[in-house]
């Protein structure tokens, strides 16, 4: 489906509402990657992905315990079996 849009003074677009929905876009809030192509602009859905953001001394305290756990596994770890003599 081409569809003209036209752009305002501050750059805005609006996607009319049939493509929206068609697209399974929100009214309000969604996020569009633009992408510059050869053949112009590509628009994709876009996602937000939560993250979190570690102090150093959060950090430090992993690399600790990643310590700990490398010392610890191979004592956990079982010997190979080594199979029975008939």
């Known amino acids: 489906m081409n569809r003209t849009i036209t752009i305002d003074r501050r750059g805005t677009m609006t996607l009319p509402k049939p493509m929206r929905r068609r697209l399974a876009l929100p009214d309000e ?22 993250a979190e953001i570690y102090t150093e ?23 190979a079996r080594t199979p029975r003599k008939r």
Do not use: S
């Open 57 to 79: 001394e959060e950090v430090a305290e992993y690399k600790r315990a990643d310590e700990e756990l490398r010392a610890i596994l191979p004592k956990l770890k079982k010997p």
């Open 29 to 50: 809030g969604g996020i569009l990657i633009a992408q510059e192509t050869a053949e112009g602009i590509l628009l994709r859905p876009g996602k937000v992905v939560p």
